[in-house]
């Protein structure tokens, strides 16, 4: 019984075509976060929806969106992937933001770029 | 700056040989602390986490981890370690101040085992 699901488990896509990655829960968690993990580093938070508020990393590209239709759906958009796109995509949850309120993460979604 | 350290990046320890994971941070509040296991091609789990209190922490499979304030670190223990721990462990502190929530993770520490 996964509670935070991520479809597909891996995506294929062409150099800039667009892709969207998905993930939902089952949760009930206020908050949803996209993390990006490059091969042998550490999983960097993109950014995150607490509830319907919207909160980019600085350092986040341009080209990658996201969009969370309700509590239970989270999408990532890549508008246009480049090679350096190419990387594991982790959906986690929590039920709030701060103390007390670990993280739960989906399997990811390993992305290639072609 | 925040940052977090995992000073090895590859362990590789016998089955049934004791385990210690290495974390040192460096926060100017004492952070919160978590411990997370990625195997490969999946997703993080949470291992265990510490607030306040007990500055030994007992988590999941098995696993302890000791907060020492004077050495900033966080290190991850077991005490005989199995096949199946062969993963890799992240070390991630969390800001503790009002409104701040982001999770920084190490940059990872792989163990492999030897049967």
Redesign the interface.
Known sequence: DAMVIQNPRYQVTQFGKPVTLSCSQTLNHNVMYWYQQKSSQAPKLLFHYYDKDFNNEADTPDNFQSRRPNTSFCFLDIRSPGLGDAAMYLCATSRDRGENSPLHFGNGTRLTVT | AQSVTQPDIHITVSEGASLELRCNYSYGATP?L?W?VQSP??????LL?Y?SGDTLVQGIKGFEAEFKRSQSSFNLRKPSVHWSDAAEY?CAP?C?GA?????T????T?LSVIP
């Open positions: 919160y978590f997370y091609g999946q997703g993080l789990q949470l986490k607030f992240f969390q503790s409104g701040s929530y982001q999770l993770f190490g940059k990872g792989k």
